[in-house]
C-alpha cells in the first residue's frame, strides 16, 4: 500500500546534518504500523514526505504501487484531500465549529452536497463513539474526545493511508491504549492503513509492525 523507497530528506544546522537518510520500508493494506524512536530521530519528517507535505530529495514514495511524491503539486495536493487521512498531537480542529461541522469540512472540499457531507460525518462520528457529541465544539469535548473526532475526519473522506503525528502526545496516559484499540478496529474493518509516529510505549506495543528510527536512519523492524 505504502512504499517508502531510499527517502533522503537533509537538513543543514550550523553545520549539521539532520532529517532522515535512506530510509526504506513498505506497509501492507490494512497495517497498522507505527515509527517509533526518539525526539529527533526523523519521525515527523518522514511522516511529511509519505503524506506528500514535503519532498524528498532523493528516493521515491509509492502509494498502492504509483510513484507519487514528484507528482505536480496540484496532483499531490488532491491526492492529500482524497486518499490521505492526518491526525496531529495537537488535533487540529476548527475552534468555532462542532465535532459534526469539522467531520464535515474534508467532504465539503471534496465537493460533497451539505447533506451528503453531513450524513457521513454522523456515521464518522458514530463510529468513533461520539454520537451524542456531534454538536458540541472542541472546547466543549475532552482530550480523548477531540482527538477522537479529529480521527472522525480523517477517516470520513475513506482515505486509503491516514498518517498520525504523535496522536497520544496530548493525552492522559490512560488514553494512549484504547485510541490505538480504535485505530487497530479501523484498519481490520475497513482496511485503511496507518502509519503513525510515537515513542508511547503503550501505542508500540499495540502496533502490527513497528519501524525503529534513530539519527534518521531506520535501525530496526520488527512485528510485536
Ligand atoms: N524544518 C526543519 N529545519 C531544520 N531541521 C529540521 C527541520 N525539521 C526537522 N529538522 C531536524 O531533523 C531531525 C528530525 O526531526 P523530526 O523529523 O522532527 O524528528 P521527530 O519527529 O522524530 O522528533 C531533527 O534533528 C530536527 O532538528
Ligand atoms: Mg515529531
Do not use: W
Amino acid at each position: 500500500m505504502l512504499e517508502l523507497r531510499n527517502l533522503t530528506r537533509a537538513y543543514e544546522l550550523g553545520g549539521e546534518r539532520a532529517g532522515v537518510f535512506d530510509v526504506s520500508l513498505e506497509v501492507s493494506q490494512g497495517c497498522l504500523a507505527v515509527l517509533a524512536g526518539p525526539s529527533g530521530s526523523g519521525k515527523t519528517t518522514l511522516l511529511q514526505l509519505a503524506g506528500l507535505l514535503d519532498l524528498p530529495d532523493a528516493g521515491e514514495v509509492r502509494l498502492a504501487g504509483q510513484a507519487v511524491s514528484h507528482l505536480p503539486e496540484k496532483a499531490r495536493c488532491d491526492l492529500r484531500l482524497r486518499r490521505l487521512g492526518f491526525v496531529f498531537q495537537a488535533f487540529n480542529l476548527v475552534p468555532v465549529l462542532s465535532a459534526l461541522e469539522n467531520v464535515m469540512l474534508p467532504l465539503q472540499l471534496q465537493g460533497l452536497a451539505d447533506d451528503e457531507a453531513r450524513r457521513r460525518a454522523g456515521a464518522a462520528l458514530e463510529r468513533v463513539g461520539l454520537a451524542d457529541r456531534a454538536h458540541h465544539r472542541p472546547d466543549q469535548l475532552s482530550g480523548g474526545q477531540q482527538q477522537r473526532a479529529a480521527i472522525a475526519r480523517a477517516l470520513a473522506p475513506e482515505p486509503l493511508l491516514v498518517l498520525a503525528d504523535e496522536p497520544t502526545a496530548s493525552l492522559d496516559h490512560a488514553h494512549g491504549g484504547p485510541l490505538m484499540d480504535l485505530l487497530a478496529e479501523l484498519a481490520q474493518e475497513r482496511g485503511v492503513t496507518f502509519l503513525v509516529a510515537s515513542h508511547d510505549p503503550s501505542v508500540i506495543a499495540r502496533a502490527h509492525r513497528v519501524f525503529r528510527l534513530m539519527d534518521g536512519k531506520l535501525i530496526g523492524e520488527e512485528r510485536p
